[in-house]
C-alpha cells in the first residue's frame, strides 16, 4: 500500500492557478491519468495529467527531457492510445518516481525556464476530447454493497433479504467489456424482453424501466498468471486506480431474464465511466479500515483476510448522483442531487474483490476493469439507484420543477461526481461521469 508522502501535502501549490482553486477536483495532489486528443483534431490519442483546468501532455515533456531516472520509463510510453499497454504495468516504485516527478514540474517552486517548456503542453480541458483510459479486455461487476443488495433482496424476498452466501463470498458476474463508453456519451434506451403482464407472453418492447447504478470502477495494473491466485497481502499491488461507473440498468428487462444465471442483456448495452484514473497512491491519505460487520456475521475466510486490509483496506470516497430532464434544461433548472453515498460503507473492500476474482487460479490482465457494484448507505438519501429510491417505481421523486420520475426517461442526463476529503488535506475529486438518455431508435 502506498505510504503519504511529500506529494500529499496540503500546502504544495501549483504554478497552474486553477490547480489551487478550492473546490477543483484536480489539484497538485491528485494527478489523475487519462487519454486525450485536442477535439475536432486528427491527432493521435496520447497520456495526459489532470491538474486544474487542464491536461498536461505528458510525451512533449518527455521530448523536452523532463523526466528522468525511474519517472522517464512512463513518460517515454506516454504518446500510447492507451494507459494499459504502457502506464498500468509499471510497478509502484516506478509509478511513484513518476508522480514526484510530475509534481516538481508542475508546484510553484518550479523556475520560469521550466515553466514555459511545460506551459506550451497544457491543454484545456474543455478543448480535449476525452478517450476510453484503457483498452479494457474483461469488465467483472461486484455486488459489494450490503444496503443495496438488502433492499433490492427486501423488494423480492421479503422474508429473506440477503442470501446466505453474501457475508461470505464478494458476488459478482463477468459483465461486457465492449460496450463501456467514456463519460459524455449519449445512451440510447435499449429494447428487450418485456413480461410485466405475466398473464401474456413476453414482448420486444424499448425497455420501460431504465435505470443507473451509482459504482466505483478499479483497473488492474500487474495482472497474475494463469492458475496463480494472488494473495490478499498483495492484492492492491495489483489495482492501478479507480474511476466512477455508471452501470446502466434495464430493470423491466433484468426482472424477467436473471434468473438462473444472473444478469445480461439489461447490463451489456452500455456502461459509463468516467476519464480521469485517479491513481492509488493519489488516494492514500484516504484510506479506512474495512466495513465493521455488525456482531453475529461471520468473519471472512483466511484468503480474504489480512492485517493491512482489515485496517486500510477501506476508501473514505464521497460519491453523488444528479438528474437534468430536458425541461430543466429548457428552464435553465440546474442538475438537482438525487442522492449521496460512500465507498467506506462497502462490505467488502477492492483488495478482497480482487483477491477473491483470482482466488479460483483466473488470470487477470492489465486495464481489465472491475466494479464494486451499486454503493448505497444505511439511509433514504444514500441509495444508489431508482430502483431503490422509488421502491421499484411505487414512491416516484419530485423534482424541483414539479416533474416526477419513477425510472429514466428520454432527454434525461445523470451525472455522478466523487470526491475524498479529510482534515489536514487536499481535497480530490474524480470529475464527472455523466451521460444522456436518447430515445430508441
Ligand atoms: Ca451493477
Redesign the pocket.
Known sequence: MYEINQTHDQNLKSWVEQANAPDTDFPIQNLPFCVFSRACSYEDLRIGIGIGDFILDVYPCYEACLFDDESFTIAVVANDYCLDHSVMRKNAKVQSAFRRRVSEILSEDTDEEMRKIVGRNLIPIAEAELWRPAHIGDYT?F?CSIFHATNVGAMFRPDNPLLPNYKWIPIGYHGRASSIVVSGTEIMRPKGQNRSDTEQSPVYIPCKNLDY?M?VGFFVGCGNDLGEPIPIEKAEEHIFGLCLVN?W?ARDVQAWEYQPLGPFLA?SFATTISPFVVTMEALAPFRVPVFERPEGDPQPLGYLTSEENQKFGGIDLNLEVYIQTEKMRDENIEPHLLSRSNMKDLYWTIGQMLAHHASNGCNLQTGDLM?T??ISGDSKDSRGCLLEMTWRGKEPIQLPNGETRRFLEDGDEVIMKGFCEREGFRRIGFGTCRGRILPSD
Open positions: 461487476d455486488y447504478e459504482e452501470d440498468s447490463k466494479a457494484g451499486t
